[in-house]
């Protein structure tokens, strides 16, 4: 492995140990989302180490309002891709709601089938110490593990909402949670929305790397949705930046092409067969 873990090439996937690695040498790095082929091999070709393949994908892929209806079979195939897709990338699936919170022997099930049917690196599940047992079985059986700390979506009803987690005596609570699931043998833990000091106290408290998203600049790495990234989400949360406006670019584009179309200007000559 290059050096750098962000753009770095080598001839092998990004691993658990060169995410600690980074970490010990205090570089930064990126994690973006990715459902299909095609938008994993740009992603990976730009140099981003980290693939997640997350329940997102409920609202982003399948239209669903938030990530609780999507099933295992459902993002089983959009991981496969995902890693027939790129070649570098660490590739981590999430593991949807009801897919492991019920005992440790069903996370095992769940993960299992991610890593042989659709060749996972590694697994996400989100919660502090009620999960602590799925952690500790996971890592006893091999398998990578990413914690999920702060506004945990598949909890949102039990949150009230979409808020703001780890004020005041709740943020000694989420510390101590992060140091437990790192006890666990969890690799790195997702901190989202949560207040930027807590972030960075969680992350210089922690040996693994933390993944931030919608908590401050003092995290090891930071993760978006790329459908945030890239403009095509409306109204997203405050903590995305806009990168790019890929949804009037598209509208653009399809106009253009139904417009020629319905004209008659498209398909020319060169675009046929002879």
């Known amino acids: 492995m290059s050096s750098s873990l962000y753009g770095g090439a080598s001839g092998r996937r990004v691993t658990v140990r060169d995410l600690a690695s980074a970490k010990e040498r205090g570089e930064k790095w990126p994690m973006l989302t990715a459902y299909d082929a095609m938008t994993a091999r740009v992603f990976d070709e730009a140099g981003v180490p980290v693939l997640l393949v997350g329940d997102s994908a409920a609202m982003v892929v399948y239209g669903y309002d938030s990530t609780l209806p999507v099933t295992v079979d459902e993002l089983l195939s959009l991981t496969a891709a995902v890693v027939r897709g790129s070649s570098r990338a660490l590739v981590v699936a999430d593991l949807p709601f009801g897919s492991y919170q019920s005992s440790p022997a069903q996370a095992l099930e769940s993960a299992a089938r991610f890593m042989k049917e659709a060749g996972a690196h590694a697994v996400k599940l989100e919660g502090g110490r009620r999960v602590l047992p799925q952690v500790e079985a996971l890592v006893a059986a091999g398998i990578p593990v990413m914690a999920h700390l702060g506004l945990t979506p598949q909890s949102v009803n039990a949150l009230g909402g979409y808020r703001v987690q780890g004020r005041g005596q709740d943020g000694d609570e989420l510390l101590s949670d992060a140091k437990a699931l790192q006890q666990a043998g969890a690799f790195a833990v997702v901190l989202e929305c949560v207040p930027a000091e807590l972030a960075e106290r969680v992350t210089t408290s922690l040996a693994v790397p933390t993944v931030g998203i919608g908590a401050g600049a003092g995290t090891d790495a930071q993760v978006l949705v790329w459908q ?34 319905s004209s008659g200007a498209f398909p020319t000559r060169e675009h046929a067969y002879s």
Do not use: H, Q
């Open 228 to 261: 945030d990234l890239m403009g095509l989400t409306p109204n997203p949360a405050k903590f995305v930046r806009k990168y790019s406006d890929l949804a009037t670019e598209m509208d653009r584009a399809v106009r253009a092409f139904a417009s020629e179309v």
